[in-house]
């Protein structure tokens, strides 16, 4: 977790510098545009969707100490990504014009192409990332189904930084290519500070096989189909809400985009980074016959999960002013951009409970070998925002306030329905959640939050003509100091776990 939010944190500098070398115009549109197709190829073939399918069958492989099988896994459904991966990356790049110029706008209706020619070789180039990130990609589920999660933790970071040397080096003389070429060092970083953590395992072994008479490899693949239906969902469900976003006030679309983005940095540093580590552990104690043990952890979990997102989604609200503008408002990024992204962040933060919980919830059906429900209460989820878009952008322009708000709110609430039906039909299938422990932190996280909010405020209050960074610094430190404190006096029993583990293993470090 402490690594993910340093990864966020390396992103940031890279968004800053990035926006700093090129600004917004027709080159930074051409790489925009440029990157669409291969982020689109990786998250549906090789993304999301194929972690949550291998890395519960390779799991079950170790447990039962079959070895030689986990890595004829491995082996296989990484040749057959890269074999899919590099055909279908060849085949793009052949026809990039007719991609640029026809498909881009099915994508993204906001994205502009740029310049054409400019755009079709920045495609070119990127697409090499695609079979990188692939492997990279499985090497990361292999780490983690061996409760090895430094290293993946952070290939964030080591791309960020290839983004970075790319704008500030390569840039230089390459002009926006050498962006482009900071992406594919970046993904090269990404999988090669995972190698040695791989090269330590003992077993490991690999087999020039594709794996097609091997029932494993037709299991990850039947596991993998809902999931990219799920993605496909998620791709037209941000389709639509562009589409709507286009038709309100100008600036609602990058507003959307850049409140999102802001948001889904406390979840991925909190929520994915914690369901990450759980995934293997769930796994195993499913292949070993042990729902009791599965429902403990991932109650478990849960409460943690809770316990730490609650407060942040109250911060994120409270402190999204200084926040934004502290990141972005410089040049044409003015004082009402900051307004209309801290709208939009106001609306997304509220949610942030609910897209964390569902993170969890969701991998703990991939532990079951089941992803055809979170996808399938996934997709009526999404069917709902689009409907509450609809609904909620008209009502705020009716009361007057600026409508992309509604689209943020739209989302939150769609979350929150898939987070509760996510939550019932998991404790229907593990009978139970240990609901009054769950219940009970839920209480204690809301009243340590409710005075951390209160102390926040009174900070902010007083911090009016302090500059952005002493108010967003001050905000932050107060809050985790009020809340921390409240928690440790309500002797919340998340906290003297957490806290015995870390002095646990600090202690072992120092033996060793």
């Keep these: ?235 037209l469900n941000f389709f639509v809400s562009t589409i709507i976003a286009l038709s309100l006030v100008n600036g609602s679309v990058s507003s959307i985009t850049y409140a999102w983005t802001l948001m889904m940095m406390p979840e991925m540093a909190i929520a994915q980074s914690i369901a990450v580590a759980a995934l293997p552990t769930f796994s195993r104690q499913v292949a070993r016959g042990q729902p009791e ?32 503008a502290l990141i972005y408002q410089r040049g044409l990024f003015t004082t009402q951009s900051t307004q209309m992204v801290a709208w939009a962040l106001l609306w997304y933060a509220a949610g942030l409970v609910g897209h964390s919980l569902v993170e969890v919830v969701s991998r703990a059906f991939y532990a079951l070998h089941d992803t055809r429900t979170p996808v399938m209460v996934g997709a009526v989820a999404m069917g709902l925002n689009i409907a509450f878009s609809l609904v909620f952008s008209r009502l705020f322009t009716y009361w007057g306030w600026m409508p992309h708000g509604g689209l943020a709110l739209a989302n939150s609430l769609a979350t929150a329905l898939e987070m509760s039906a996510l939550l019932v039909l998991m404790r229907r299938r593990l009978h139970g959640l240990e609901g009054h422990r769950l219940g009970v932190v839920l209480w204690q996280s809301a009243l340590a939050a409710l005075v951390m909010g209160l102390a926040v405020q009174g900070w902010l209050n007083l911090a009016t003509h302090m500059g952005r960074a002493v108010s967003l610094a001050g905000g932050l430190l107060i809050g985790v100091v009020f809340y921390a404190l409240v928690i440790y006096l309500l002797r919340v029993p998340e906290l003297r776990s957490l806290t015995a583990i870390i002095k646990a293993r600090t202690l072992d470090r120092l033996a060793h």
């Design 1 to 235: 977790m402490a690594v993910a939010i340093f990864s966020g944190l390396v992103g940031v500098v890279y968004e800053i510098i990035v926006a700093r070398t090129f600004g917004v115009g027709i080159i930074m549109d051409s790489y925009v545009a440029a990157s669409r197709v291969p982020e689109l190829l990786f998250t549906l073939l090789a993304g999301g969707p194929l972690a949550s399918a291998f890395v519960p069958i390779f799991t079950t492989f170790l447990s039962r100490e079959d070895h030689t099988g986990a890595w004829k896994l491995a082996s296989a459904v990484t040749n057959l990504v890269l074999l899919a991966l590099i055909g279908v990356s060849i085949l793009v790049g052949m026809f990039a014009p007719q991609v640029v110029r026809y498909g881009l706008y099915v994508l993204d209706p906001t994205s502009s192409v740029g310049q054409l020619d400019l755009t079709v070789n920045l495609m070119r180039i990127l697409l090499i990332t695609v079979a990188i990130f692939g492997v990279s990609g499985l090497v990361m589920g292999i780490l983690n189904s061996h409760q090895i999660f430094l290293a993946p933790a952070i290939a964030p970071a080591m791309y960020s930084l290839g983004l970075i040397l790319g704008t500030t080096v390569l840039a230089r003389r390459w002009g926006i290519y050498g962006l482009a070429a900071g992406a594919v060092l970046g993904a090269l970083l990404h999988l090669l500070v995972q190698v040695p953590a791989l090269l330590r395992l003992k077993e490991r072994h690999y087999f020039v096989t594709l794996g097609l008479d091997f029932p494993a490899v037709g299991q990850v693949v039947r596991l993998m189909l809902p999931r990219l239906f799920g993605a496909a969902v998620v791709q």
């Design 293 to 324: 043990e599965m429902r403990s952890s991932l109650a478990a979990v849960l409460r943690v999960v809770l316990l730490l997102a609650l407060p942040a989604s109250l911060g994120l609200i409270l402190l999204r002013q200084p926040l934004i």
